[in-house]
């Protein structure tokens, strides 16, 4: 009998050993701990279910259950409930229709400049002088060294055309005065110009225009003459010219790549002659007037003169193409 006992309790002894081992080398089940076999389902014991490999795969059971196919969930949704509100997608259609054009965020200057002409005709026109205008043409020639830096000339004309302002006329006539009046014949300066800025901007929703913003400045001549006004009976002037300065500040804006609208405002600056307001009395030593000796008709100095220009016109840039020498 002793030895039945012992046997038992060795059996027992590596019953409870062994328990732990077993219940570590379950499959996974339910999170809860319970298995199939334990709820008397020989099938999922064996592993006939249908939650992996089954005849019910992707219809098996999850972690919480049965589970619905994946149909697409809400958008299926709208479609049973109401067929007219469902998306209605035509792949045909949509490769027929029309596709703008690619638009990159960082694009190739549209509007280059370096190594080409500019051929600028324009008209201006004086701002600053309210007693006489001398509006005229202009033209103005460019070449560009680099995108930014270009030389170049520029010339105007003024003869026949300067006129006397409403305003001059009617002051001298209440105030029983003249005033000192210059004409101008022509201008013609050499020039450096710098570009600094250029972008562009949109025009409505189908136009993209592109422009640049640029300083200029150089040195030249003018010729001038005073308008006798004082004493016209007497006092005859001739044009001559004088050395000027200007510098000014303009802007492009490009239709095409070759052609745009050029508005510029130009300050030439220079020493002008003015007519002696006073007239000489007596006579000289050879009983001429004082008043015909030509010497007497001019001030003493010279007058520092801006004429302010504003000039409008357009800009023709030659050649009118050009090859990018990097792609986009």
Same mark, same amino acid.
């Given at each position: 009998?002793?030895?039945?006992?012992?046997?038992?309790?060795?059996?027992?002894?590596?019953?409870?050993?062994?328990?732990?081992?077993?219940?570590?080398?379950?499959?996974?089940?339910?999170?809860?701990?319970?298995?199939?076999?334990?709820?008397?389902?020989?099938?999922?014991?064996? #592993? /006939? %279910? =249908? @939650? !992996? &490999?089954? $005849? #019910? /795969? %992707? =219809? @098996? !059971? &999850?972690? $919480? #259950?049965?589970? =619905?196919?994946?149909?697409?969930? #809400?958008?299926? =949704?709208?479609?049973?409930?109401?067929?007219?509100?469902?998306?209605?997608?035509?792949?045909?259609?949509?490769?027929?229709?029309?596709?703008?054009?690619?638009?990159?965020?960082?694009?190739?200057?549209?509007?280059?400049?370096?190594?080409?002409?500019?051929?600028?005709?324009?008209?201006?026109?004086?701002?600053?002088?309210?007693?006489?205008?001398?509006?005229?043409?202009?033209?103005?020639?460019?070449?560009?060294i680099t995108n930014a830096i270009a030389v170049g000339a520029n010339a105007?004309?003024?003869?026949?055309?300067?006129?006397?302002?409403?305003?001059?006329?009617?002051?001298?006539?209440?105030?029983?005065?003249?005033?000192?009046?210059?004409?101008?014949?022509?201008?013609?300066?050499?020039?450096?110009?710098?570009?600094?800025a250029y972008g562009k901007f949109a025009g409505g929703s189908e136009f993209?225009?592109?422009?640049?913003?640029?300083?200029?400045?150089?040195?030249?001549?003018?010729?001038?003459?005073?308008?006798?006004?004082?004493?016209?009976?007497?006092?005859?002037?001739?044009?001559?010219?004088?050395?000027?300065?200007?510098?000014?500040?303009?802007?492009?804006?490009?239709?095409?790549?070759?052609?745009?609208?050029?508005?510029?405002?130009?300050?030439?600056?220079?020493?002008?002659?003015?007519?002696?307001?006073?007239?000489?009395?007596?006579?000289?030593?050879?009983?001429?007037?004082?008043?015909?000796?030509?010497t007497t008709w001019l001030q003493d100095s010279r007058q520092f003169t801006?004429?302010?220009?504003?000039?409008?016109?357009?800009?023709?840039?030659?050649?009118?193409?050009?090859?990018?020498?990097?792609?986009?």
């Amino acid at each position: 009998m002793a030895r039945h006992h012992a046997t038992a309790g060795l059996l027992l002894g590596l019953a409870l050993i062994c328990a732990p081992l077993a219940a570590h080398a379950q499959p996974k089940g339910d999170p809860k701990g319970a298995s199939s076999d334990e709820k008397g389902d020989p099938k999922a014991a064996a #592993g /006939e %279910g =249908e @939650g !992996e &490999g089954g $005849e #019910g /795969e %992707g =219809e @098996g !059971e &999850g972690p $919480e #259950g049965p589970t =619905e196919p994946d149909d697409g969930g #809400g958008l299926a =949704e709208i479609c049973k409930i109401d067929p007219d509100a469902c998306p209605k997608f035509d792949p045909k259609t949509q490769a027929e229709r029309e596709v703008d054009e690619e638009k990159y965020a960082v694009q190739q200057i549209y509007f280059l400049r370096a190594g080409r002409f500019e051929i600028n005709p324009y008209w201006g026109l004086t701002m600053n002088d309210q007693f006489v205008a001398h509006p005229g043409p202009g033209v103005a020639f460019n070449y560009y060294i680099t995108n930014a830096i270009a030389v170049g000339a520029n010339a105007n004309v003024y003869a026949g055309l300067n006129s006397e302002s409403d305003f001059n006329f009617e002051t001298g006539a209440a105030a029983r005065i003249g005033l000192p009046l210059t004409e101008y014949q022509w201008n013609a300066n050499a020039n450096f110009t710098y570009v600094p800025a250029y972008g562009k901007f949109a025009g409505g929703s189908e136009f993209i225009f592109h422009y640049d913003l640029y300083v200029t400045a150089g040195v030249g001549a003018i010729s001038t003459r005073p308008r006798a006004v004082i004493d016209p009976d007497n006092r005859v002037f001739s044009f001559e010219p004088t050395v000027t300065f200007g510098a000014g500040i303009g802007t492009r804006i490009a239709f095409t790549r070759f052609l745009a609208v050029v508005l510029e405002i130009r300050d030439y600056i220079f020493f002008d002659r003015i007519e002696n307001p006073t007239i000489a009395t007596g006579f000289d030593a050879a009983g001429k007037p004082r008043s015909q000796d030509d010497t007497t008709w001019l001030q003493d100095s010279r007058q520092f003169t801006n004429n302010v220009q504003a000039q409008l016109g357009l800009s023709l840039f030659l050649p009118p193409t050009w090859d990018y020498t990097q792609p986009k």
